[in-house]
Structure formats: C-alpha cells, structure tokens
C-alpha cells in the first residue's frame, strides 16, 4: 500500500494553496501531469520547496524522508531540461530513464517514485542502477545520472567518460561541479535545493529551462 506521503509527492491533480490558507492546506499540494509545476510551487511558498525538509501537514504530521523529496526533485529536474532529439529517441517506451553509479542512497524511493509516476498517467520513468564505478562503463545510457557521493573520488573520472554525452549529472555533492557535474543538490538550511554548472550542460547540448536557472541558489557561468 502506498503511504500518504508518497500520496501527497505525486498524484493526479494540482491544488495550488492561497497565501491566506497556506498552513492549513500546505498539506494538500499536489503534483501534477505537466512536469509537477515546481516553479509555480517555488514562488507561492506552497508546500515541497517552503516547509522544512523534515515535516510537513497532511492530514497529521507526517515526516518525509529525505530521499523521497529528492527522488521527486530528480523527476522534476527531467521536465526542465531541452535534450538533443537523438536522446530524445533514446527510449522506444517514451520513458525517461535515470541512472545511479556508486551505492544509492534512495533505498525504496525510486522504485516507489517510478510507480507513482505510472499510476498517474505521467510521463514514465525507468531506473538503472549500475553499482560502484567501474572504468569500462557506459554511462551514457540514460537521460539523467546520479552520480552518488560514495563516488566522490571518482566525479572527474566519471564526468570525463560521458566526453559531453548528452546527459544530465546530478549528485549531492557540493564539489561536484567543480569536477564538471551540472547540479549538485545541496542543504539550505532545513531545505534541499541546487547549484548548476551552466557551462557543463552547455557543452553537453542540454539546455535548462530559464526558470529552472533563476531558482537555483548559485549558477556557474
């Protein structure tokens, strides 16, 4: 059984509180069809992007886990993202297909994401976990990689391998751009949000959606 805060990250219709009921109704933000709407949800203050990481009002206080909400910020990260049109083509189904090198940190998160994702009609998503790092990899498979921190000594190795393939590098390391990564998702506070290396998605022919820029915390350019 689906529990409520999987429910509430990702469901079939959007509901956008008003300011004036924000806290009573933080809880019933809902993502929807066309990309989760993250934009819109940044600039009402409304419930993934405002409350603290740790709690959130749905129905009761319920805690959702760290890796659920950045599960859900990989999926939107693909929706914000213009590719290539041969990588567009590059899965038969329509899926979008993220990728994970080095050990995971999300547990059940993606697996859980990928059928919330399915079972309300969005645009699907595939998982590839490809483990620790190995030289003869071919990571250019997939449409977003995240490249887990256990693999910090490897970023330059990894981001050199793609030779600017078209593909989105995400990780949660902070000295993950300075190795060519193109966002690196970081603690605000009590809040997850991101860095993107400009320059680096440029070189790989990805273009990111402007407002996906302007919320960023820092952008390198």
């Keep these: 059984m689906r529990s409520p805060e999987r429910n509430l990250l990702i469901t079939d219709k959007v509901s956008l509180p008003c300011p004036e009921d924000r806290a009573a109704r933080a809880g019933y ?4 069809r066309l990309a989760i709407l993250f934009v819109f949800l940044i600039s009402l203050f409304s419930f993934v992007w ?12 319920q805690v959702v886990k760290e890796y659920e909400l950045k599960a859900v910020y ?7 993202v213009q590719w290539p049109q041969s990588k567009r083509m590059l899965s038969k189904d329509g899926a979008m297909v993220i990728g994970v090198v080095g050990e995971s940190p999300f547990g059940d998160a993606l697996e859980d994401l990928q059928a919330d994702v399915r079972t309300s ?9 490809y483990g620790v790092y190995q030289e003869d990899m071919d990571l250019g498979s997939c449409h977003l990689l ?6 910090r000594r490897n970023f330059r190795k990894i981001i050199s391998g793609l030779k600017d393939a078209p593909v989105l590098t995400v990780s949660e390391h902070e000295n993950f751009l300075a190795s060519g990564g193109m966002i690196a998702m970081v603690q605000s506070g009590d809040k997850v949000r991101w860095m993107i290396n400009r320059p ?22």
């Design 50 to 61: 405002a409350v603290p990481l740790q709690k959130v009002s749905y129905a009761q206080q």
């Design 121 to 129: 009609g969005m645009k699907p998503v595939r998982i590839i976990y």
């Design 146 to 151: 995240f490249v887990s921190a256990s693999e």
């Design 29 to 32: 933000v809902q993502f929807g």
């Design 200 to 221: 680096a998605a440029d070189r790989a022919g990805l273009r990111l959606n402007a407002q996906l820029l302007s919320i960023a915390v820092k952008v390198l350019d």
């Design 74 to 80: 990989l999926y939107n990260f693909l929706q914000f």
